[in-house]
C-alpha cells in the first residue's frame, strides 16, 4: 500500500466555535492548492481519503478531493492518537490520511519502527507529506519521502501562481 500521512494545511489562530471549529486560512488555502497540484503533476491517485472531522483537516482532505476515487470520509479516530481501529480501516492501494499533530508524526513513528522512542524526533509541519510504503501495522511500512509544504509546493509549480510566496 502506498499510503500518505498529510498533516492539515495552515489555520486561523482561532474560532468561536473552538478548536475544532478552526478554519483554514486564505494563505493555507493557497499554499495547500499548490501541494494539491505538485501531488497531480507527481501522479498520485488515492483510493480513500480518510481525514478527521475538526474543520481544518476536513477542508485540506476536501481540496485532495480531485485526487481520489471517492469523496473523504471523516472518522475520529484522526482527532485522536493513533490506534489499532484507525489503520485496521484502511484498504486499496493508495490512501491519504488527514489529520493533525502530535498524533500525525506518532502514526508515522509506529509504522517505520517497533521501538517506542525511534521516530520521535519526526514531526510533520503544517501541509506536509509523508509518503509510506508497505503494510500498514507497526514497523510495516518504509518512508518513502518526507516533504514539508515548502518543498512540495517547490517541485511542480502551479502555473498561474508567482513563486515568491513562502
Same mark, same amino acid.
Given at each position: 500500500?502506498?499510503?500518505?500521512?498529510?498533516?492539515?494545511?495552515?489555520?486561523?489562530?482561532?474560532?468561536?466555535?473552538?478548536?475544532?471549529? +478552526?478554519?483554514?486560512?486564505?494563505?493555507? +488555502?493557497?499554499?495547500?492548492?499548490?501541494?494539491?497540484?505538485?501531488? /497531480?503533476?507527481?501522479?498520485?491517485?488515492?483510493?480513500?481519503?480518510?481525514?478527521?472531522?475538526?474543520?481544518?483537516?476536513?477542508?485540506?482532505?476536501?481540496?485532495?478531493?480531485?485526487?481520489?476515487?471517492?469523496? $473523504?470520509?471523516?472518522?475520529?479516530?484522526?482527532?485522536?492518537?493513533?490506534?489499532?481501529?484507525? *489503520?485496521?480501516?484502511?484498504?486499496?492501494?493508495?490512501?491519504? *490520511?488527514?489529520?493533525?499533530?502530535?498524533?500525525?508524526?506518532?502514526?508515522?513513528?509506529?509504522?517505520?519502527?517497533?521501538?517506542?522512542?525511534?521516530?520521535?524526533?519526526?514531526?510533520?509541519?503544517?501541509?506536509?507529506?509523508?509518503?509510506?510504503?508497505?503494510? $500498514?501495522?507497526?514497523?510495516?511500512?518504509?518512508?518513502?519521502?518526507? *516533504?514539508?509544504?515548502?518543498?512540495? /509546493?517547490?517541485?511542480?509549480?502551479?502555473?498561474? +501562481?508567482? /513563486?515568491?510566496?513562502?
Amino acid at each position: 500500500m502506498d499510503l500518505y500521512l498529510i498533516r492539515h494545511a495552515p489555520a486561523l489562530p482561532d474560532s468561536p466555535t473552538g478548536d475544532r471549529g +478552526r478554519a483554514l486560512s486564505p494563505r493555507g +488555502r493557497r499554499r495547500f492548492e499548490d501541494v494539491c497540484h505538485a501531488l /497531480r503533476q507527481l501522479g498520485v491517485r488515492l483510493d480513500q481519503i480518510w481525514t478527521s472531522p475538526w474543520l481544518r483537516a476536513a477542508q485540506t482532505a476536501q481540496m485532495l478531493a480531485p485526487l481520489a476515487a471517492q469523496a $473523504p470520509r471523516e472518522t475520529d479516530l484522526l482527532a485522536a492518537p493513533p490506534s489499532r481501529a484507525l *489503520l485496521e480501516r484502511l484498504s486499496g492501494e493508495s490512501v491519504a *490520511l488527514v489529520g493533525h499533530e502530535p498524533w500525525m508524526s506518532e502514526l508515522l513513528g509506529q509504522l517505520i519502527s517497533d521501538g517506542d522512542r525511534w521516530a520521535e524526533g519526526v514531526r510533520l509541519g503544517k501541509g506536509s507529506v509523508a509518503h509510506l510504503v508497505g503494510e $500498514p501495522v507497526r514497523a510495516g511500512m518504509v518512508l518513502r519521502s518526507l *516533504l514539508p509544504m515548502r518543498t512540495v /509546493r517547490g517541485l511542480c509549480p502551479a502555473p498561474d +501562481r508567482t /513563486r515568491n510566496e513562502t
